[in-house]
């Protein structure tokens, strides 16, 4: 279960773990590569490549510069980041997230036909399901533990 002393989830058996620090570098590190990607994609694009791709009006305001933001063009923004504090919802989040990511790059390797590209984006694509196997497995763990105990009538985290 998620605990602020282990910061981490983990069976009772004691050897599968998943620290949420570990998570979140690993995710950062997901950006960190598909920008790369991305910026190999675009780095010797000429002017008109640019403007008939639809990218100037990206280009003008960050050059080939990765500039974290959905498709649709919205801007990453912490808000996208729920957390309550409590360990139930914070779990289902988490699953949530790890599917949405899985869905992303399902739809990235639907378009992509580069070796280059869709190498790494199966790879990404592999850990997410990893992530939402282990978090899956923290969420029996909680709910076992919160059964035990009959703490659906509080946050267990504070209460």
Do not use: W
Not at 114 to 137: A, C, M, S, T
């Amino acid at each position: 279960m998620l605990s602020p002393k282990l910061n981490c989830l983990s069976s009772e058996q004691g050897h599968q773990s998943i620290s949420v620090t570990y998570v979140g570098t690993e995710e950062l590190a997901h950006l960190e590569m598909v920008g790369t990607i991305v910026y190999q994609l675009t780095r010797n694009l000429t002017q008109e490549e640019i403007q008939k791709q639809g990218f100037d009006a990206y280009f003008i305001d960050h050059t080939t510069g990765v500039y974290p933001a959905a498709a649709s063009g919205a801007p990453f923004s912490a808000a996208s980041i729920a957390v309550t504090g409590d360990t139930l919802a914070d779990i289902n989040e988490d699953l949530a997230a790890e599917q949405k990511a899985r869905v992303t790059y399902d739809n990235i390797l639907r378009f992509a036909d580069d070796p280059d590209v869709r190498d790494p984006i199966k790879f990404l694509r592999e850990r997410e399901v990893v992530h939402y196997q282990r978090f899956g497995e923290g969420l029996r763990i909680a709910t076992d533990r919160l059964d035990s105990k009959n703490f659906y009538a509080f946050n267990p985290s504070f209460d």
